[in-house]
Nanobody, 123 residues
Framework: VQLQAFGGGVVQAGGSLRLSCVAS????????MGWFRQAPGKERETVAV????????VYADSVKGRFTFDSDNTKNTAYLQMTNLLPEDTAVYYC?????????????????WGQGTDITVSS
């Protein structure tokens, strides 16, 4: 499967963005999905991970209540709705498909990755 993430951009603090992750050559429906991010000079961190078909989702404490995972199986697309963005949310965001159908937290368990989309949140 190939994943393409888009929807990033520059936004002021308090603003919202919706990232999309479009899959081709394979399905997302039966696999766990994850959104990850990497800020400049920092290690990649997990933003949200979900079981297949979006059944269960776990969010990082830093985004809980502000970010929401969603998916549309008819479009083979996963989304990350982000609200009340903060400057510390500035990063490159990646979507990834897990090897498994259940929630997996380690990025090493994801074998298909999108190319990343940049988000800059200005204060």
């Amino acid at each position: 499967v190939q994943l393409q993430a888009f929807g990033g951009g520059v936004v002021q603090a308090g603003g919202s963005l919706r990232l999309s992750c479009v899959a081709s050559g394979g399905t997302l429906r039966t696999y766990g999905m994850g959104w990850f991010r990497q800020a400049p000079g920092k290690e990649r961190e997990t933003v949200a991970v979900t079981s297949f078909n979006g059944g269960s989702t776990v969010y990082a404490d830093s985004v809980k209540g502000r970010f929401t995972f969603d998916s549309d199986n008819t479009k083979n697309t996963a989304y990350l709705q982000m609200t009340n963005l903060l400057p510390e949310d500035t990063a490159v965001y990646y979507c990834a498909r897990s090897r498994y159908s259940y929630i997996t937290h380690s990025s090493s368990q994801y074998d298909s990755w999108g190319q990343g989309t940049d988000i800059t949140v200005s204060s």
